[in-house]
């Protein structure tokens, strides 16, 4: 046990030499790391606060080299989980969730993300000629995200599917709203497993405490 305790230490101590600021968490482990190039690094936890009427939020998540990558979870100042983003090179990549205070999905958005260091990159895309089949396509970018896939909105309370949208590299393709044509299709989506965990861990509970993610300053 001692032994653990040692190596733990060592690792500690080796992410802190790392870091010109960082906070220690709850936990212990540390968080909020800038290196000394002023880049952030590893796990990061950061509130905001409510700014006119706009509601505040905590978000959590891993910086690489002052970017953020792979999945950050969003949550509402009381504790409760309201989004899901994936990240890539700094921006948003893949399916997005974004949840209300009860915990039901009620949108999906879909992104694509660029790499910054290429002007050029390869992406797969829907055959127009040949629908259900796939060609890739070599284009231009600025190394930034755009609108690719899905993006749904569903009603609260009945997780109606009430608009669809399809967009191919950022041109938005067709759009569906099933509210206004009484076509609503119901949504089949599973929620994330840290959202799943979460509400089991605080089943129960009336109030949930937040993390506080305040460097200070």
């Not at 910054?116 to 796939?134: F, H, L, S």
Request: aromatic share 10%; charged share 30%; net charge neutral.
């Amino acid at each position: 046990m001692r032994f653990i305790l040692l190596i733990l230490l060592f690792i500690s101590s080796d992410v802190m030499a790392q870091c010109k600021e960082f906070i220690i968490g709850v936990k212990g482990d540390t968080l909020n790391c800038k290196d000394f190039n002023g880049l952030k690094q590893g796990r990061w936890v950061i509130r905001y606060e409510t700014l006119r009427g706009e509601p505040g939020f905590e978000e959590e998540g891993v910086f690489k080299d002052g970017k953020k990558e792979g999945p950050w979870r969003i949550y509402s100042l009381m504790g409760d989980p309201i989004g899901m983003e994936q990240y890539k090179w700094g921006n948003k990549d893949s399916i997005c969730l974004y949840y209300n205070n009860q915990g039901e999905l009620i949108r999906e958005e879909s992104w694509l993300s660029f790499n910054p260091a290429k002007k050029m990159d390869t992406v797969v895309v829907e055959n127009v000629e040949k629908p259900g089949t796939y060609v890739q396509k070599v284009i231009k970018h600025e190394g930034a995200a755009v609108k690719h896939g899905e993006w749904r909105t569903y009603e609260p309370g009945s997780g109606l599917l009430v608009k669809k949208m399809i967009y191919n590299l950022g041109e938005l393709e067709e759009q569906t709203n099933n509210a206004l044509s009484g076509n609503e299709e119901k949504k089949e989506v599973a929620k994330p497993k840290e959202v799943l965990e979460f509400e089991k861990k605080n089943e129960g509970k009336k109030k949930v405490l937040t993390r506080d993610g305040r460097t200070g300053g």
